[in-house]
């Protein structure tokens, strides 16, 4: 009665073993059984393909299963599916089209390779009657790619919120929760393989921006390119900057938020203050949270570790499982990517309309207050709170006459993005203003 | 490419117009064309069989679509898939097995009818060459049933935790956080549709058990009767143990619980203390949270509402395109259902080994505690705090000589349930307690 796509064995070949690429290995490997009751046939490991040979790599592969010789998995007529695990945008893509040109079906992780080539990688696929999947490449674990396009797609999706870097949140829990500076929090996230040796791509938002452009295509029909919308990292926080966010009975997240709201696409990520005891308020360390609203469904959450490798192999299999057993092939050409609509128009930045937390390092000196909040009114902007701590007590053994800075903080009543930046340009030219000053939205 | 079900349209009738129904009636006619889209060719309302057919049902159908007569949808060869929307398991029962017989795929969102009837009627599906789908009979919109099938399909699922009972929840949380006696947050849940005119399978956790015993088959491949486990409702709480509870910084949730541990099936539905704080503290209202372990992709939850009618609906529609598109054809004979491997044994109830919450009521007299207390030393319960309240002030205008009653709230260490109800019934004998007495675990 099934239409699957057989019960012979499916031959898999892996490009990239790094600890990703070893726990999908391991899955093979070690539950052989789970793979063929899961996918309805049996789903055999064949080649994995390294750089060096030479590298060590947690686990211990068959004779003759390690190569650096890509060409043995994508001339092997035995192989059927490939892994695609080595990140970044070349080789991977050359690999990738190679792979379905030689009508193997692809899976990867690569979510820089997906925002970046993904159409044109998915038509190439369509081509040659092969299907690409990418359940980890958002999300890790967390099966949002198929909960969009499946089990909500009864539902017109009207907003996304989400918390969708690991690291980010890893960094931002340590600092928040144990007092770390930012770079020590940076070094132990690296030193827990949770962030790369360059961390760029996920500090300065990058990754959430990728991420949360592919699911915006997947549920709105409509690819927004990353210049479109406001991308903000956590790479300009300091730990003071929680620590008062907290006072004030908030956390900070970097959250990626894409939403309709009148016709208009509201996308930015950003770190955004939010307050204690929402849902999305609550998700720490590596974990991911995915809020989506559904105009039939309601509102329903996702979360799970976004940055375990186990995490992102336990996604990578699922889509293996899935191609092996037919599902891809039905779901693939389903998918909204095909389905471009008349795009949603993005709301431009200056019209997003929040509320704002302000910090700015000034001088105490008489006045400095009051030239601050005239500014703020003068655009328009309504004042909710003002936190002005005390300088620390002056050393009078000191011959220094520097004046002493503090930080003056200062939470808004809502009003638009482009307001903000008049004021914030008109403040910066203060004299008894220094650097930095920090401005995060703040949810709800 | 694709082996879809065809591009032929669809034909759906629904059994049963009640909300959910109507839910369901309203995507498929107010959005034809996202239906055709997402299933890859189009989905088409046939019919509706209603009992009576006097009544309004918010949602107004093409004329003729409307009937009291079920052979209209079970007879009609235009008819491809059938919905089973009345509840209970007569004749739902009957109008399953005769939409098989008559080569018809299925859609229902009844638990009752899956968790006892489940096993046959999907055997029956497989002789036919046709399928059930289930998404809507546990925790409503929130995709579970497709994910432990798919999305986490690399792993062996090792635990589940969840609050899978919307009505109960949101007693709980209107008890917990305005104060409403278990009566008047019985009656609210009730004028907000969440609660049934008799909601005792809701209080009493039946139907949360029949929900877990749902998802302990697809997660274990291993059949659990109701009678072989702790089943505990709401309906026997009163409000001071959520507010001593609450003293003590924790929340009651109705948790659901089924995880192995040394090769055990350990599984309760109880009323349970959880943490301030813990991810499943933080479910309130009619919301379902669900956290499944995986030894593979670590701790992942879902959460969404779990007595709604239209996420219902959402899950309902979702398998309709599931149907539709094929893959439900392909996921269905996946499914662990059929893999009945060597049964997991569960664990016996007196060998839970966990913390208690115990409430005594007890007449104010001395050497009550030591008596109490001595019992559970003697049982080798340890005791971790204790929690009396002075009794209220003896009206002394009264002329009633009866002795104040004063509650007595014990939080013990780690025992087991077997060393508990042993006390339990020592302590049942002392002159000086009375009812009720209120045992609840702690999780964690």
């Given at each position: 009665m099934t239409e699957s796509a057989g019960t012979e064995p499916l031959g898999v070949g892996i490009i990239g073993l790094g600890t990703v690429g070893s726990g999908v290995a391991r899955v093979l490997l070690e539950h052989p059984e789970r793979m063929q009751r899961r996918a309805g046939r049996p789903v055999v490991l064949r080649k994995a393909v390294v750089r060096d040979l030479s590298r060590s790599r947690g686990i211990e592969l068959p004779a003759?299963?390690?190569?650096?010789?890509?060409?043995?998995?994508?001339?092997?007529?035995?192989?059927?599916?490939v892994v695609e695990l080595i990140g970044g945008l070349s080789p991977a893509r050359e690999f990738v089209e190679r792979a379905l040109k030689a009508g193997k079906?692809?899976?990867?992780?690569?979510?820089?390779?997906?925002?970046?080539?993904?159409d044109a990688l998915c038509a190439l696929a369509r081509e040659q009657g092969k299907t690409i999947a990418f359940e980890a490449a958002v999300a890790a674990g967390v099966p949002i790619i198929g909960s969009v396009g499946q089990a909500l797609a009864a539902n017109q999706i009207t907003g996304i919120e989400a918390v969708l870097n690991g690291t980010s949140n890893f960094i931002l829990t340590e600092m928040s929760h144990n007092g770390l500076p930012y770079d020590a929090a940076v070094q132990l996230a690296q030193?827990?393989?949770?962030?790369?040796?360059?961390?760029s791509m996920d500090v300065d938002g990058t990754d959430a921006a990728h991420k949360l452009v592919i699911l915006t295509q997947l549920a709105f029909g409509t690819r927004v390119p990353l210049d479109a919308f406001i991308r903000q990292g956590i790479d300009t926080l300091e730990l003071a900057d929680l620590q008062y966010a907290r006072e004030l009975g908030y956390?900070?997240?970097?959250?990626?938020?894409?939403?309709?709201?009148?016709?208009?696409?509201?996308?930015?990520?950003?770190?955004?203050?939010?307050?204690r005891g929402h849902p999305?308020?609550?998700?720490?360390?590596?974990?991911?949270?995915?809020?989506?609203?559904?105009?039939?469904?309601?509102?329903?959450?996702?979360?799970g570790m976004g940055a375990g490798q186990a995490a992102t192999a336990s996604a990578v299999v699922a889509d293996l499982i899935d191609t092996a057993s037919g599902r891809t092939r039905l779901n693939f050409p389903l998918l909204d990517l095909w389905h471009q609509r008349e795009p949603v128009p993005v709301l431009p930045a200056d019209e997003l309309?929040?509320?704002?937390?302000?910090?700015?390092?000034?001088?105490?000196?008489?006045?400095?207050?009051?030239?601050?909040t005239d500014i703020l009114g003068r655009q328009g902007i309504s004042i909710a709170s003002v936190m002005q701590h005390e300088a620390p007590e002056i050393d009078c053994t000191s011959d220094s006459d520097e004046e002493p800075i503090v930080p003056l903080v200062i939470m808004t009543h809502r009003t638009t993005e482009g307001q903000m930046r008049s004021a914030d340009r008109e403040i910066a030219q203060l004299q008894a203003v220094r650097m930095p000053r920090v401005r995060m939205p703040v949810d709800g």
């Open positions: 003759g299963m390690l190569t650096d010789q890509v060409d043995e998995v994508l001339n092997d007529p035995e192989t059927g599916l079906d692809v899976v990867t992780a690569n979510k820089a390779l997906i925002y970046e080539h993904g030193e827990r393989g949770y962030a790369e040796a360059d961390p956390r900070v997240k970097l959250l990626a938020v894409a939403r309709i709201r009148n016709g208009l696409l509201e996308m930015h990520v950003e770190p955004t203050l939010i307050r999305m308020s609550t998700i720490e360390d590596v974990y991911n949270r995915i809020q989506i609203d559904g105009d039939v469904v309601g509102r329903v959450w996702f979360s309309s929040r509320r704002y937390y302000l910090r700015y390092n000034v001088i105490d000196r008489p006045h400095m207050m009051a030239d601050v």
